[in-house]
């Protein structure tokens, strides 16, 4: 079982940076795929990108790539999301999320079904 807790959303203006953190809980954080999605009013939840078990490759959705980073760090059992040149359109609520990592590595990382935890999610807001 895995717990996740994001962190670190907020209210920023176009073109500001903020960093969201998703802690986990237990201790097999290091075989987990991770990934990011985001959900804005009244659209479906989108994929962002998603990290490997060691952090060495990730993926990212077309629309945020060059802009958006993830990260993880296996010791602290976090994930981050740095965001930079923030666009209105990127408001909403931000979510991570886990699955097994598999000798698929991030193929298939966009689709949400696949996930088995979640976490609650945090709010980010960029004003024009």
């Known amino acids: 079982q895995v717990q996740l807790v994001e962190s670190g959303g907020g209210l920023v203006q176009a073109g500001g940076s903020l960093r969201l953190s998703c802690a986990a809980s237990?201790?097999?954080?290091?075989?987990?795929?991770m990934g990011w999605f985001r959900q804005a009013p009244g659209k479906e939840r989108e994929f962002v990108g998603a990290i490997n078990w060691s952090g060495g490759s990730t993926y990212y959705a077309d629309s945020v790539k060059g802009r958006f980073t993830i990260s993880r760090d296996n010791a602290k059992n976090t994930v981050y999301l740095q965001m930079n040149s923030l666009k209105p359109e990127d408001t909403a609520i931000y979510s991570c999320?886990?699955?097994?990592?598999?000798?698929?590595?991030?193929?298939?990382?966009?689709?949400?079904?696949?996930?088995?935890?979640w976490g609650q999610g945090t709010q980010v807001t960029v004003s024009s």
């Open positions: 999320a886990a699955i097994r990592a598999s000798a698929n590595g991030l193929a298939y990382a966009e689709i949400e079904t696949r996930y088995e935890y």
């Open positions: 237990g201790r097999t954080f290091s075989r987990y795929t």
